[in-house]
Structure formats: structure tokens, C-alpha cells
């Protein structure tokens, strides 16, 4: 398994700001997720972190609004950009190692935006 | 496009009560993930199933795979308030990410 955390673990900030949200992980892994949860509703995949190269967006998200960063095969960035209220949310950086199909998640960043 | 419907979408039972929660598709999944989470706290993974039939238990969760690999369901037996939480199916291909079902809020009072 991979034990992964998270800064910060929340966060309260005004419209227009930007926030970046860093995950590392405590052993090196193949692919790492970004995901968006409303409290007490299911995930939704921003996108997968890829090391050395662009992060692979899901419909609905952007690069420009949600730049995200893969330096090396532990570590992991998302960036909340020109935020506003809707962004208010839970952010849950994920991880999978090697060819195992089990997912691990950590704690979760809890956004408020004001 | 919800591709997991989980049912029920919430549900408020008992200490002592049985209950069922069921995960379907339309589509075959190669795997298949449980996750508890709990307030303030990421999805913890609770088991994966990749075999067609397959039955997986854990203390008092009983974890079934479809024959054909579309559906799944977690029954727990004999409910406890510490099983309170929000539970998760996720499926998985290879070399993507987990997507989820909208998930099952348990409470059991005691």
C-alpha cells in the first residue's frame, strides 16, 4: 500500500486567489490522481498527474484553471486558480503503484472560498 | 455519463440490522473497489474484486463479484454505528483512474 498526505489540509481563501495543493507520497508510484469531492458525494477526476510531461484533463477541467505539476514519481501539485465560490470543495490526491489496480488516497484538502 | 449505479443512495438502519448495498454497470469492469470513508478523512479501500464469482469477506462484510464481472455488492452482517460512513465502488480499468459510483451514506444508530 502507499501512504499518502496532503498540504494543506484546509484552507480558506478569497475569490480571485490562486492555491496550490501539494501530495507526496511515501513510496514511488507509477500513476497519481486528482479528484474533486462535494462533502458527502462522490469523486470526480480532475485529472491523472503525469511525471515529466502534461497532466491528461477529464472533460470539464482545464489546464489553465487547474494546473497541475508531476516533478518526480512521489510528488504531485494542484494548483486552484482565480478561484470562486463554486470552487468551494474537497481536493483528494490519489495514487497506484505499478500494475496493481488498488487506488489510495489521502486525507483531502478542504477549500473554502469566499 | 454515470457509468456505476450504486444503490441505495442512503440508508438509516439499526445496530443489529443487515443490510445490502449494490454496485451495477453496463459495461464489464476489469476490477473493482470498495472504499469507506468517513467525515474529514480520505476513501479508505476496503477490498478489490477482479474475478467473475469471486466472494471476499472481511470480519462482517461480504464483498460479491457478478458472474459477469458488471455488478458487485457489499452485504454486512449484524451493523455497528463504527460501520457509519459514506461507502464507494470504484471502477477500474487497466492504466487509468478509479471512477465511482455516487456512493451510499450509511448511518446506524445505535
Known amino acids: 500500500s502507499a501512504v499518502i498526505s496532503q498540504k494543506p489540509s484546509r484552507d480558506i481563501c478569497q475569490r480571485g486567489t490562486s492555491l496550490t495543493i501539494q501530495c507526496q507520497v511515501d513510496?514511488?508510484?507509477?500513476?497519481m490522481f486528482w479528484y474533486r469531492q462535494q462533502p458527502g458525494q462522490s469523486l470526480t477526476l480532475i485529472a491523472t498527474?503525469?511525471?515529466?510531461?502534461?497532466?491528461?484533463?477529464e472533460s470539464g477541467f482545464v489546464i489553465d484553471k487547474f494546473p497541475i505539476s508531476r516533478p518526480n514519481l512521489t510528488f504531485s501539485t494542484l494548483t486552484v486558480s482565480n478561484m470562486s465560490p463554486e470552487d468551494s470543495s474537497i481536493y483528494l490526491c490519489?495514487?497506484?503503484?505499478?500494475?496493481?489496480?488498488?487506488?489510495?488516497f489521502g486525507p483531502g484538502t478542504r477549500l473554502t472560498v469566499t | 455519463t454515470q457509468l456505476l449505479e450504486q444503490s441505495p443512495q442512503f440508508l438509516s438502519i439499526q445496530e443489529g440490522e443487515n443490510l445490502t448495498v449494490y454496485c451495477n454497470s453496463s459495461?464489464?469492469?476489469?476490477?473493482l473497489q470498495w472504499y469507506r470513508q468517513e467525515p474529514g478523512e480520505g476513501p479508505v479501500l476496503l477490498v478489490t474484486?477482479?474475478?467473475?464469482?469471486e466472494v471476499k469477506k472481511l470480519k462482517r462484510l461480504t464483498f460479491q463479484f457478478g458472474d459477469a464481472r458488471k455488478d458487485s455488492s457489499l452485504h454486512i452482517t449484524a451493523a455497528q454505528p463504527g460501520d457509519t460512513g459514506l461507502y464507494l465502488c470504484?471502477?477500474?480499468?487497466?492504466?487509468?483512474?478509479?471512477?465511482f459510483g455516487k456512493g451510499t451514506t450509511l448511518s446506524v444508530s445505535s
Open positions: 474484486v477482479v474475478t467473475g464469482g
Open positions: 459495461s464489464v469492469f476489469s476490477s
Open positions: 513510496s514511488q508510484v507509477t500513476m
Open positions: 498527474a503525469n511525471q515529466g510531461s502534461e497532466a491528461t484533463y
Open positions: 470504484g471502477k477500474g480499468q487497466a492504466g487509468t483512474a478509479l471512477i
Open positions: 490519489s495514487a497506484r503503484q505499478g500494475a496493481s489496480y488498488e487506488q489510495y
